[in-house]
């Protein structure tokens, strides 16, 4: 461990901070950004499993509206979503 990485005596330290070798703290750096990450990661995977999956109430409107015949779609509309679609691909 070099001397700027050696902890002062009596200081408390991440068992991360003491890891041998050169790049100490940059380890200990990486470590942080990953629990950052994974607490990003934990927060979104909540979100995601409060979100519905299926909205209930769109979807019966739509049914009912298929079901009766009254279900119209704007082609003009639809060719514009399938043409940005493609041009939008990577």
Same mark, same amino acid.
Do not use: N
């Given at each position: !461990?070099?001397?700027?990485? #050696?902890?002062?005596? /009596? ?5 991360? $901070?003491?890891?041998? /070798?050169? /790049?100490?703290?940059? #380890? ?9 990450? #994974?607490?990003? !990661?934990?927060?979104?995977? =909540? !979100? ?7 909205? @209930?109430?769109?979807? @019966? ?5 298929? =079901?009766? /015949? ?5 082609? $003009? #509309?639809? @060719? ?11």
């Amino acid at each position: !461990m070099a001397k700027k990485d #050696r902890p002062k005596p /009596g200081a408390k330290q991440s068992p991360l $901070h003491s890891l041998p /070798g050169p /790049g100490g703290r940059q #380890r200990l750096r990486k470590a942080s950004a990953k629990a950052v990450e #994974r607490a990003l !990661m934990e927060k979104a995977q =909540e !979100m995601i499993d409060q979100t519905p999956e299926v909205r @209930a109430e769109k979807v @019966a409107a739509l049914k009912a509206a298929v =079901e009766q /015949g009254t279900y119209q779609i704007d082609p $003009h #509309r639809l @060719a514009d979503i399938i043409l940005a679609l493609i041009l939008t691909e990577e």
